[in-house]
């Protein structure tokens, strides 16, 4: 069973920055595309983020110039770092792994992606 673990969610301030990680002790993240999604209690999950396998990566429109993705193959790692973070990004962040090639369609939508983490929760709140 293919696994991923989510991590660094916690409870933050507005303003503040967050990294998030995902990582998996079952196959190199360096070899797939992964995502990262956000759902909220009562709302479809949203796609936040994407990165190939070369690294290239797309963000939702509602995110841009605030989240950043990246690859740290060394650690076997994606992360997302969340800059000046507010209330509406609250909600469970979940990375997935899927086998297209990040664009944009794929970074929004959860039909590309197969294997999914249990999320870790981010609560942004003063």
């Known amino acids: 069973q293919v696994q991923l673990v989510e991590s660094g969610g916690g409870l933050v301030q507005p303003g503040e920055s967050l990294t998030l990680s995902c990582t998996s002790s079952?196959?190199?993240?360096?070899?797939?595309?992964i995502g990262w999604f956000r759902q909220v209690p009562g709302k479809e999950r949203e796609g936040i983020s994407c990165i190939s396998t070369s690294g290239g990566a797309h963000y939702a429109d509602s995110v841009k110039g605030r989240f950043s993705i990246s690859r740290d193959s060394d650690k076997n790692t994606v992360t997302l770092r969340i800059d000046t973070l507010r209330a509406e990004d609250t909600g469970t962040y979940y990375c997935?792994?899927?086998?297209?090639?990040?664009?944009?369609?794929?970074?929004?939508?959860?039909?590309?992606?197969?294997?999914w983490g249990q999320g870790t929760q981010v609560t942004v709140s003063s």
């Open positions: 997935a792994r899927g086998s297209s090639v990040c664009s944009a369609v794929v970074a929004a939508r959860s039909y590309f992606y197969h294997h």
């Open positions: 079952e196959f190199m993240l360096d070899r797939y595309l």
